[in-house]
């Protein structure tokens, strides 16, 4: 009898201190890799974070969604907000993290003025993204917009185009593969960090740092209040992280918190 007690009591201390896993969609840069240096803090606190990466702004949705994964970081609220009204998901906002500034990139030229007319602008084709770097552009002075606030315009909404450009419209990820074919790509800094361009220097111009558009962790509203996801934001919020962001990404990623 005294053996089973003992048995029990090491099985009931190994099932206490056993890790709870938290599985969370990531694109690679920033996302993934923040992920990955918060996954040691995790572990203390008895959370086995695996993070699983996706280059694609749709399946980390579906998938939390459909309960394949417990949480994803990788979009804004506006992306969010979008995606929910059109698929009819309901995932929620867990905690903002940090904010990647949209900027516009151009191999052939050095600054907006040297633009030629006729030139081709390539945005990306989600409708959040899209208005995004058409706001950027309208700012900058290079477009006129029918409403200079509406985080959702469209190409039609261009009410002056002086320079006559010519827009294209590609997915987000793929836009810096095709930045030497064309004179100017609005592209979102995670896929700017990956083909090595440096958003600081590179970029001709880029959104300030009061951007609204901040990088969030999203979960199903059933479990956006877990231990585990509880954990996870408090490790993502931590001095560490945010010390984290501002020496590896030079500035290129804001820390939001």
Excluded: C, W
């Excluded at 052939?108 to 058409?134: F, H, M, W």
């Amino acid at each position: 009898m005294k053996k089973l007690l003992v048995a029990f009591a090491a099985v009931a201390a190994f099932s206490a201190h056993a890790a709870e896993t938290l599985t969370v969609a990531a694109t690679p840069v920033p996302h993934a890799e923040i992920l990955e240096f918060v996954k040691p803090a995790l572990a203390k606190e008895g959370v086995d974070l695996k993070v699983k990466v996706f280059t694609d702004y749709v399946q980390p949705n579906v998938q939390v969604a459909e309960k394949r994964l417990d949480a994803n970081f990788f979009q804004h609220q506006p992306y969010l907000d979008e995606f929910n009204k059109a698929k009819g998901t309901k995932l929620v906002n867990v905690a903002g993290v940090h904010v990647e500034p949209l900027g516009a990139y151009s191999s052939k030229y050095k600054q907006l003025s040297e633009l030629p007319g006729g030139a081709t602008v390539v945005i990306p084709n989600d409708a959040t993204n899209g208005g995004r770097a058409l706001l950027l552009l309208d700012k900058a002075g290079l477009i006129k917009l029918k409403d200079s606030n509406n985080i959702l315009a469209t190409i039609k909404d261009i009410t002056e185009n002086p320079k006559d450009l010519k827009f294209r419209e590609l997915e987000a990820a793929t836009i810096p593969r095709v930045l030497t074919q064309v004179d100017l790509a609005l592209i979102n800094t995670n896929y700017a960090l990956e083909a090595k361009l440096d958003p600081s220097k590179d970029a001709l111009v880029i959104e300030g740092k009061d951007s609204p558009y901040v990088n969030i962790l999203v979960a199903r509203p059933d479990d956006k209040d877990s231990d585990a996801m509880n954990k996870l934001v408090a490790a993502l919020h931590s001095p560490e992280v945010k010390q984290f962001i501002l020496e590896k990404y030079k500035g290129a990623i804001v820390p939001a918190f």
